[in-house]
């Protein structure tokens, strides 16, 4: 640490000498031994050091973490020289919730070493990539006439908040018939692809560079703001399910640590690994991204729709389901698909949605499956219970709304996260065969 005197130094001293020349002016021995004591006080100060010396040491949180881990951080501090006030603290990345023990210690230096051991226990209550805060330490000066540049210690590193897996495959029970929608005919030619080559087409938002014809595409150019032409292969027979999840600000609603859109992400990643973990090919669109996952299997799958869930944030101006679901045309072709949509129903999105189920059927067929994933996001705001009976209102309005939805021939589910879990609700909707 660089020490350097404090800005008090110059009127101690100055206190002093005024003092000790009215003692002389007047002629008093009493204030002239007065004017003597900062003297010896500026001096006692100068001669002992502030807290000098330290080295910190200790366990830190893991690099790798689920939403709703507990991650211990433990420090030992040990300051060798000086006197005074040790500060030590680090400040937490934004969504974590401290739980037990404080990040911040304010210690006391004597003329004896200084050993101290302290914890804390923080939980990550949102998925993503965080940036930890170096550990920042400050020494300061029994009498306040010194102070201590602040010296951090260690680096600051990178921490990532994976979105935990709710494994709805553990309920087994053969005595109970889901009435969650499963794609039985929902088979289709969006499979594995083959090696058989079936035509050219057009490039559509989505494909895979790798398939585009270049040779092909300038041979048969006629302007250049023609598409590119992509080869279409065969594809084997398997289920599509595609998932949409809804990325409004509505979405947001909720606290800074509890949201409705933290919930729709996990149920996304819920629903998204229950179809692949039983072969299904499984697409992912997040509304108001341009970038989306075409329909596939496999573990390579799992791995891009973890990574694609991690990056997904609220957007301001999200599209509409009728506007992805019309985005999508080119890959709905030749498929029958079961389409979940998660979301947070209101008058808007309700109309928005009936669109979008004439849009996919149209494309699709009469047979396609929709099934919405209503989560009822009122109960994360409500703190009083006037917020409590307002909740209670605004989902009678939202019930009316999802009676259109299921007169429409859509599956729907009402979730509220602030009430039961995601496994819950699919064990509460559950009949007996």
């Known amino acids: 640490m660089k020490r350097t005197l404090s800005s008090r130094l110059p009127r101690e001293v100055l206190a002093s000498a005024l003092l000790f020349l009215l003692g002389l ?62 500060v030590v603290g680090e400040g937490l990345p934004e969504h974590f919730r401290l739980e037990k023990g404080s990040n911040l210690q304010v210690l006391w230096k004597g003329n004896k070493p200084l050993k101290e051991r302290y ?19 400050e020494g300061i000066h029994f009498s306040g006439l010194r102070t201590a540049e602040m010296e951090i210690k ?24 889901s009435n969650v929608a499963k794609p039985v005919n929902a088979v289709s030619r969006s499979g594995t692809r083959s090696t058989d080559f079936r035509e050219l087409r ?12 270049w040779k092909a595409t300038v041979r048969l150019a006629t302007s250049e703001d023609d598409p590119p032409l992509v080869n279409e292969y065969e594809r084997e027979g398997r289920t599509t399910v595609w998932v949409l999840l809804d990325a409004r600000e509505r979405m947001s609603l909720g606290t800074n640590v509890e949201n409705a859109f933290e919930h729709a992400v996990a149920a996304s990643s819920a629903l998204c690994h ?24 496999g573990r390579r799958q799992t791995v891009m729709v973890d990574r694609m869930l991690l990056e997904a944030m609220v957007d301001p101006k999200p599209a509409s389901f009728r506007e992805t679901m019309s985005g999508l045309h080119g890959h709905m072709e030749g498929t029958t698909p079961l ?21 996919l059927r149209a494309q699709a067929g009469r047979r396609t499956q929709v099934m919405v994933l209503h989560l009822s996001p009122y109960s994360l705001a409500k ?10 209102f605004l989902q009678l309005r939202d019930a009316v709304e999802l009676r259109k939805l299921r007169a429409a021939g859509a599956t729907v589910m009402t979730w509220d996260p602030a009430r039961q879990s995601l496994r819950s609700l699919l064990v509460a909707t559950l009949g007996r065969k």
């Open 202 to 213: 057009k490039y559509v938002h989505g494909d895979r560079f790798r398939n585009i014809n």
């Open 274 to 297: 229950f179809y692949l973990d039983r072969n299904c090919d499984v697409g992912l669109a997040v509304l108001g991204r341009e970038h989306l996952l075409l329909p596939e299997a």
């Open 154 to 177: 260690g680096q600051s590193k990178e921490l990532l908040i994976k979105q935990r897996r709710i494994l709805i495959r553990r309920i087994r029970d053969p005595h109970i018939l």
């Open 339 to 359: 389409v979940v949509m998660v979301t947070s129903v209101d008058a808007e999105r309700a109309e928005d949605i009936l669109r979008a189920v004439k849009i």
């Open 119 to 137: 914890g804390y226990e923080v939980t990550a209550t949102r998925r993503g990539i965080y940036q930890t805060e170096a550990l920042r330490m």
């Open 25 to 86: 002016s007047l002629g008093n021995p009493l204030l002239i031994v007065l004017s003597l004591i900062p003297i010896f006080y500026v001096a006692l100060s100068t001669y002992f050091a502030g807290p000098s010396q330290v080295t910190i040491t200790g366990k830190e949180a893991a690099d790798n973490a689920w939403v709703g881990d507990r991650l211990v951080v433990e420090r030992e501090v040990l300051a060798e020289k000086g006197m005074g006030v040790l």
């Open 383 to 392: 703190e009083t219970e006037e917020d409590r009976i307002a909740a209670s």
